[in-house]
């Protein structure tokens, strides 16, 4: 079966840096995907690896390792607008996504 | 359109009525997908439409619900005989599957939050 995993909730300091861990079992692999959202909104694209390594996009890198089928999601320089819960999915082989039930994210001053 | 838009943004029903839900995908974009969301609870996959294929139904929790996607378009996501239930956000979000790698992620309308009383 079609399964992602990732931690429930997590916290961490402002300023701090913290890693979101995501496992993940599909149906053929087209990429994994890391989406944000803030309470009452809906879901906001943060990033995209299709390729082995770390994206790095301003404060926020994405890492994937297909072989292990693995992927995380690192916060650096924490800010309190960080506070969210962040979506873990990942590409199956007919182009939709699967996806993780999130992990909220709590940022404490 | 520069985004997805869905309409209503709120609806307050009664227990037993019918209700509507429309989604307004980005202009060009193939796929479109509904999903539902309780409060503080992940993605619940409903529904998911590509091009002229025969849409993907495996997610609807019940013959109460269906959906429809007219001329490649709007989508209409219907409830009959709503039930407390069914008290959620519904999530409507499009994709162009088969252009370049990079765009095949899903952009969300902001949602209709969906109260049973």
């Known amino acids: 079966g079609q399964n992602i995993d990732q931690p429930t909730e997590m916290t961490a300091t402002e300023g701090a840096i913290v890693q979101i861990n995501c496992t993940y079992q599909?149906?053929?692999?087209?990429?994994l995907f890391w989406y944000q959202q803030h309470a009452g909104e809906a879901p906001t694209f943060l990033s995209y690896?299709?390729l082995d390594g770390l994206e790095e996009k301003g404060r926020f890198s994405s890492f994937l390792s297909r072989s292990k089928g693995y992927s995380y999601l690192l916060l650096k320089e924490l800010q309190m607008k960080d506070s969210a819960s962040y979506l873990c999915?990942?590409?199956?082989?007919?182009?939709?996504?699967?996806w993780g039930a999130g992990t909220k994210l709590i940022i404490k001053p | 359109g520069a985004g997805v838009s869905q309409s209503p943004s709120n609806k307050v029903t009664e227990k037993g009525k019918d209700v509507e839900l429309r989604c307004d995908p980005i202009?060009?974009?193939?796929?479109l997908y509904w999903y539902r969301q309780s409060l503080g609870q992940g993605l619940e996959f409903l529904i998911y439409?590509?091009?002229?294929?025969?849409?993907?139904k495996s997610g609807l929790p019940s013959d109460r619900f269906s959906a429809e996607r007219t001329g490649g378009s709007v989508s209409t996501l219907t409830i009959q005989r709503t039930q407390q239930e069914d008290s959620a956000v519904y999530l409507c979000?499009?994709?162009?599957?088969?252009?370049?790698?990079?765009?095949?992620?899903?952009?969300f309308g902001s949602g209709t939050r969906l109260t049973v009383v």
């Open positions: 439409f590509q091009g002229n294929s025969a849409p993907d």
């Open positions: 599909t149906s053929g692999f087209n990429g």
């Open positions: 202009s060009g974009h193939t796929a």
């Open positions: 979000a499009s994709s162009l599957v088969g252009g370049d790698i990079d765009n095949y992620g899903y952009t």
């Open positions: 690896n299709v």
């Open positions: 999915a990942a590409m199956d082989s007919n182009y939709q996504l699967i």
